[in-house]
């Protein structure tokens, strides 16, 4: 599996010394740099914050939600599945699952539609964690939006029903 990528960036023109015939030459100049690609990036310090409230059962719904992580850090999965999954109670499932929220560990997107923080956990690019965060970062509100479009004007409402004219 491929871990790092390269990135070549032209930088333009310089004229070098040729030492061998003392001639002054043009030459195109590129610069090449490592990127990070398809790994798993943990904050530690978070992690670890999280798992310090988290006990051994509790260890086991960590995990499985671990497991079940997309590549947009999504978990899609009902809570009586990740019972079965990790072989676990409800009421443990429930308790952790309320912890990692609390800790910011995660965030529930909707029902059965739960998000691992990129600040805590992600396996990709810098470009495509931060497109990610931005999404996670979202306040609820901001998530709601309903665009509604009137033939006079384009219009915006929010949740509470206020209109803002765009």
Do not use: H
Not at 4 to 18: D, W
């Amino acid at each position: 599996m491929k871990k790092t990528t390269k990135k070549m960036k032209i930088l333009g023109t310089q004229e070098y010394l040729n030492q061998s015939t003392g001639e002054i030459e043009k030459m195109n100049v590129i610069k090449m740099e490592d990127r990070d690609f398809n790994f798993e990036k943990i904050w530690i310090g978070s992690i670890l914050a999280s798992l310090e409230a988290v006990g051994n059962q509790k260890i086991k719904v960590l995990n499985t939600l671990l497991q079940l992580k997309n590549n947009d850090n999504l978990i899609i999965t009902t809570q009586r599945n990740l019972c079965k999954i990790a072989k676990v109670g409800l009421n443990t499932v429930n308790e952790t699952l309320q912890i990692l929220i609390e800790t910011n560990f995660l965030k529930k997107k909707q029902a059965g539609v739960y998000q691992i923080n990129p600040d805590v956990l992600f396996n990709g690019g810098n470009k495509k964690r931060m497109n990610i965060l931005f999404e996670y970062n979202k306040t609820e509100e901001e998530n709601e939006i309903k665009i509604d479009t009137d033939p006079d004007t384009f219009l915006i409402k929010n949740k509470k029903g206020g209109k803002n004219e765009k």
